[in-house]
Structures are given as C-alpha cells and as structure tokens.
C-alpha cells in the first residue's frame, strides 16, 4: 500500500504570492492533519479535516486555509506569502481523529522556500 | 499548558544503548509517542504508549512513562549508525478530540561508529 503523498516536493515562491500543497491519506484513511516545521524546530499543527469537514484548527493566521476532498485528499492553501511561511509542510494521516490510539502515519513533506 | 521538552543532543557508540527523554506538561495526556525524521524526510512513527501503561517493549525500543513527574523516555538497545536521526516525542492532549499533537523540538541522535 502506498503511504501518504505529497506534492510538490519543492517549491519557491517569492513575498505576496500565494501557494497550494497537496496531500493524499493512505488508503482507508478519512483524516489528514497539516503540520508547520520550521528548521530546527518540532512540528505545529495547522488543521485537521475529517470527512471533509474541519476538525481542528492551530494557531495560524487566516491567511492559511485548506479543505478536503470526497476522495479525503486535501488541499492546504497560504496566501500573502512572508518569509517566515519557509519550512517543511507536513501532512499526516489517520483513521479517525481523537479516537482510539490515533496513530498518525505523515507524508515526506512539501519544502516550501520564500524570497 | 501544552508543552514538550526534550534535550537537543545525543552522542553514542555503535552497539550501546541510547535514552532520550522527554518532558510534558498536559496530565490529561492519553497518547505519547515517539517519531524518527531522518535528514529531509517526513516523520516515522516509532511506538507510542497509552497513559496507564508504565513501560512499553517493541523489539529494540523500551518507552518507559513516569506519569506522575509528565517524564517520558525512549531507550534504543544497540544502537547502530542508522538509528542516527531527530527523534520527536509528541502527546496528543487529552482536552482535545482532534488530530492535534503536540511535539518537542527534537532530539538529534548521532551514532558513532
């Protein structure tokens, strides 16, 4: 079985653009998590979305969004870019959100770079 | 508060045991776990452990939880050049019915051979 993807890879934006990350679960999972990680530092969690609908949310500005798909792949989306939007976006998935050991299985990550 | 803590750096000899600790500050926590991230990867879910159970074994990885001082730790029994990596501990707070985790920044592990 295929793990958790994510596209693209790599991606260089500059201030003020706008940017989308793609993600799609393991098969059978229903949730998917997104997670900053900035250099040097552990994972913050931004959103997490469970049959299409947004369980949690992170403390993030509004500029950062996302949704999920019937197929539960999702889309996290940032716009009005700053330099402090670079790092590692994370997606992680799982069965069912706060139940059970809630194990969640992450994705390789989109590195995102801001000039 | 949700906060984790772990020290940043750990050197060891190929063939010893590694510990990486932890600290925690949610007593509600039901979770903890235990994730690898080798250079430009995403995170590898290593083992976790309920927050009734004192001590979990998973072939080389022992998590041992002392629930009362929030301390939890991840022994490695002979440890090899691949176990070199970050390795994040993160509790899933027990106030929350989402998918939040809460990480610490990391331990680098660097094994020597």
């Known amino acids: 079985d295929a793990g958790v993807t994510q596209s693209p890879t790599h991606l260089i934006k500059t201030r003020g653009q706008h940017v989308t990350l793609r993600c799609s679960p393991i098969?059978?999972?229903?949730?998917v998590s997104w997670y900053q990680q900035v250099l040097g530092q552990g994972p913050q969690f931004i959103f997490q979305?469970?049959?299409?609908?947004?369980?949690g949310r992170g403390n993030f500005p509004d500029r950062f969004s996302a949704r999920q798909f019937p197929n539960y792949s999702s889309e996290l989306n940032v716009n009005a870019l700053l330099l402090g939007d670079s790092a590692l976006y994370l997606c992680?998935?799982?069965?069912?959100?706060?139940?059970?050991?809630?194990?969640?299985?992450f994705g390789p990550g989109t590195r995102l770079t801001v000039t | 508060g949700e906060d984790v803590e772990q020290s940043l750096f750990l050197s060891v000899r190929e063939g010893d045991s590694s510990v990486i600790n932890c600290t925690y500050t949610?007593?509600?926590?039901?979770?903890l776990y235990w994730y690898k991230q080798e250079p430009g990867a995403g995170l590898q879910l290593l083992t976790y452990i309920f927050s009734n159970m004192d001590m979990k074994q998973d072939q080389r990885l022992t998590v041992l939880l002392n629930k009362k001082d929030k301390h939890l730790s991840l022994r490695i029994a002979d440890t090899q050049t691949g176990d070199s990596a970050i390795y994040f501990c993160a509790e899933r707070p027990g106030s929350s019915n989402t998918g939040k985790l809460i990480f610490g920044q990391g331990t680098t592990l660097q094994v020597k051979p």
């Open positions: 979305y469970y049959e299409k609908e947004e369980r």
């Open positions: 098969s059978g999972h229903k949730s």
């Open positions: 992680a998935s799982s069965l069912v959100p706060g139940f059970g050991t809630y194990e969640q299985y």
């Open positions: 949610d007593s509600s926590s039901t979770y």
